[in-house]
């Protein structure tokens, strides 16, 4: 059982910067990857960055080279720094724990959402 709870959504402006962190409990924070998705009103949720258990990363190509995602496994905490934001950044970002056999994680865990307004 994994329990994500996210924080540091808000509003900036363009051009701005801004910190997500996702803080998981449970047990085995380390063994499993994470994930940071989006989704915007009326559309469909995004994949934006993934992180996996050795520290490497993908990030969507809208992202790439502005946003920067991380973890702390001593604190069970991902990160996603976030700069030179866009309006099209704005939406509610999600962090997600995906199935992991070596994990032992047998479906999608999912936190509860952050907002995060990108607007002058």
């Known amino acids: 059982q994994v329990r994500l709870v996210e924080s540091g959504g808000g509003l900036v402006r363009p051009g701005g910067s801004l910190t997500l962190s996702c803080t998981a409990s449970?047990?085995?924070?380390?063994?499993?990857?994470m994930r940071w998705y989006r989704q915007a009103p009326e559309t469909q949720r995004e994949l934006v960055a993934h992180?996996?258990?050795?520290?490497?990363?993908i990030y969507a190509d809208s992202v790439r080279g502005r946003f920067t995602i991380s973890r702390d496994n001593a604190k069970s905490t991902m990160y996603l720094q976030m700069n030179n934001l866009k309006p099209d950044d704005t939406a509610v970002y999600y962090c997600?724990?995906?199935?992991?056999?070596?994990?032992?994680?047998?479906?999608?865990?999912w936190g509860q959402g952050t907002q995060v307004t990108v607007s002058s």
């Open positions: 992180i996996d258990r050795y520290g490497g990363t």
């Open positions: 997600n724990v995906p199935p992991s056999n070596y994990a032992g994680i047998a479906h999608d865990y």
């Open positions: 449970g047990r085995g924070f380390s063994n499993y990857a």
